[in-house]
T-cell receptor
Framework: AQTVTQSQPEMSVQEAETVTLSCTYDTSESDYYLFWYKQPPSRQMILVIRQEAYKQQNATENRFSVNFQKAAKSFSLKISDSQLGDAAMYFCAYPTGTASKLTFGTGTRLQVTL | DTGVSQNPRHKITKRGQNVTFRCDPISEHNRLYWYRQTLGQGPEFLTYFQNEAQLEKSRLLSDRFSAERPKGSFSTLEIQRTEQGDSAMYLC??????????????FGPGTRLTVL
């Protein structure tokens, strides 16, 4: 069974600094996608960034980038120039099967301090 | 409004009662998902529709749970004879089936169920 592990329940970063959230996963597939979703307090979950496994280049979306290590099955999220609005739960997720249903990690709560 | 909507946002019920939640997906999306999220955990998949067909159900979905998506539009999730363990946030998501695996799922705000 596919599993997704986020080993950091909580992280804290100062405004304007950089933080990295970790995620490891387990799969026997060779081509797949990985996602990072953000869930702000009392607001709906939104996609932050996606990575396709066959692409060597790490995905980047503005201040958000990933460090994808396929052999190590590691998929970390780097947030640069952190802003107060980045405070949220962050979930790493992996779609499986023909339904592309998402398997989520347990999440990392990110606090952003002044 | 082009996002996914869910109603009600909150539901408090007594153990043993039936509850029904509604999800309105983004109109052109043919895939619809239900997930359940308990405190401190990531969402867990419950069931999936492609158009009006329910194609996959998780083992988490006991016989007390039923979901429908008539005419491939909105969906309802009903829980019969609720138990305290059903207390959770129920999330709905929708997507387009354009390419395998990489399609973004758009989430609704969720329905928070509390069973007393």
């Amino acid at each position: 069974a596919q599993t997704v592990t986020q080993s950091q329940p909580e992280m804290s970063v100062q405004e304007a600094e950089t933080v990295t959230l970790s995620c490891t996963y387990d799969t026997s597939e060779s081509d797949y996608y990985l996602f990072w979703y953000k869930q702000p307090p009392s607001r709906q979950m939104i996609l932050v960034i996606r990575q396709e496994a066959y692409k060597q280049q790490n995905a980047t979306e503005n201040r958000f980038s990933v460090n994808f290590q396929k052999a190590a099955k590691s998929f970390s999220l780097k947030i640069s120039d952190s802003q107060l609005g980045d405070a949220a739960m962050y979930f790493c997720a992996y779609p499986t099967g023909t339904a592309s249903k998402l398997t989520f990690g347990t999440g990392t709560r990110l606090q952003v301090t002044l | 409004d082009t996002g996914v909507s869910q109603n009600p946002r909150h539901k408090i019920t007594k153990r043993g009662q039936n509850v029904t939640f509604r999800c309105d997906p983004i109109s052109e999306h043919n895939r619809l998902y239900w997930y359940r999220q308990t405190l401190g955990q990531g969402p867990e998949f419950l069931t999936y529709f492609q158009n009006e067909a329910q194609l996959e159900k998780s083992r988490l979905l006991s016989d007390r749970f039923s979901a429908e998506r008539p005419k491939g539009s909105f969906s309802t999730l009903e829980i019969q004879r609720t138990e305290q363990g059903d207390s959770a946030m129920y999330l709905c998501a929708s997507s387009l089936a354009l390419r395998t695996g990489g399609n973004e799922q758009f989430f609704g705000p969720g329905t928070r169920l509390t069973v007393l």
